[in-house]
C-alpha cells in the first residue's frame, strides 16, 4: 500500500520556523520528486517546491524562496521541508505528493501519490 505520511505542522507565532517530514512507503521512493503543496481556505491549491529522485535539483515558488528548503533522506524515505520566517499567510494544509516525472513540476497534475496534509497556523 502506497503512503505518504506528513507530520511537523502545527500553531507557531509569526517568524518562527517549523519543519515538516513526508515519510513514504510502499513504492520505490528512489524513483520519485517529491513535492511540497498547500491549501488555504477558499484558495487553490499551491505548488511551494520539490526536489527531483537523486540528484538533488530543487524548485521553489517564488512565494517561499529564500524562506523555505527542501531536502530528502532516500535511506530513510522521507523529505524534509524547513519553513523558517513564517508569516500568517502561509496558514494552512500542507501535503507532500510522490511524481514519477523526472523534470521538476508545481503542477499538481503530475503527481501520482498524495499524503493526508497536516496543518500549519502562523499566528501574527
Known amino acids: 500500500e502506497v503512503q505518504l505520511v506528513e507530520s511537523g505542522g502545527g500553531l507557531v507565532q509569526a517568524g518562527g520556523s517549523l519543519r515538516l517530514s513526508c515519510a513514504a512507503s510502499g513504492f520505490t521512493f528512489d524513483d520519485y520528486a517529491i513535492g511540497w503543496f498547500r491549501q488555504a481556505p477558499g484558495k487553490e491549491r499551491e505548488g511551494l517546491s520539490c526536489?527531483?529522485?537523486?540528484?538533488?535539483?530543487?524548485y521553489y515558488a517564488n512565494s517561499v524562496a529564500g524562506r523555505f528548503t527542501v531536502s530528502r533522506d532516500n535511506a530513510k524515505n522521507t523529505v524534509y521541508l524547513q519553513m523558517n520566517s513564517l508569516k500568517p499567510e502561509d496558514t494552512a494544509v500542507y501535503y507532500c505528493?510522490?511524481?514519477?516525472?523526472?523534470?521538476?513540476?508545481?503542477?499538481?497534475?503530475?503527481?501520482?501519490?498524495w499524503g493526508q496534509g497536516t496543518q500549519v497556523t502562523v499566528s501574527s
Open positions: 526536489i527531483s529522485s537523486s540528484d538533488g535539483l530543487t
Open positions: 505528493a510522490a511524481s514519477p516525472f523526472h523534470e521538476l513540476t508545481a503542477d499538481g497534475r503530475f503527481y501520482a501519490y
